[in-house]
Nanobody, 115 residues
Framework: QGQLVESGGGLVQAGGSLRLSCAASGSIFRISTINWYRQAPGKQRDLVAAITSGGSTNYADSVKGRFTISRDHAKNTVYLQMNSLKPEDTGIYYC?????????WGQGTQVTVSS
């Protein structure tokens, strides 16, 4: 059994910053890749960033140089630091891990960037 819980969303002006957290409960996540997805209103859910258990990272082209994904194994938590936010970054951000046991999703956290 496992669970992913996101936090840290909110309303921010363009150019501002937010840090999202994904708290994982369950040891399976320590050996699994953790992903952040974003779903804008009326659009599909897209991958924003990913981090492997070893710390390798991958980013969508639209966020490269602005977002940083990291993980704290001791806390079993993954972070998404978002800088230089743009209105097009608005959406619900979901934490995900497609483990060997199950494809886990968090409940999502809303990020709204005003222009």
């Amino acid at each position: 059994q496992g669970q992913l819980v996101e936090s840290g969303g909110g309303l921010v002006q363009a150019g501002g910053s937010l840090r999202l957290s994904c708290a994982a409960s369950g040891s399976i996540f320590r050996i699994s890749t953790i992903n952040w997805y974003r779903q804008a209103p009326g659009k599909q859910r897209d991958l924003v960033a990913a981090i492997t258990s070893g710390g390798s990272t991958n980013y969508a082209d639209s966020v490269k140089g602005r977002f940083t994904i990291s993980r704290d194994h001791a806390k079993n938590t993954v972070y998404l630091q978002m800088n230089s936010l743009k209105p097009e970054d608005t959406g619900i951000y979901y934490c995900n891990s497609d483990t060997t046991l199950y494809n886990y999703w968090g409940q999502g956290t809303q990020v709204t960037v005003s222009s």
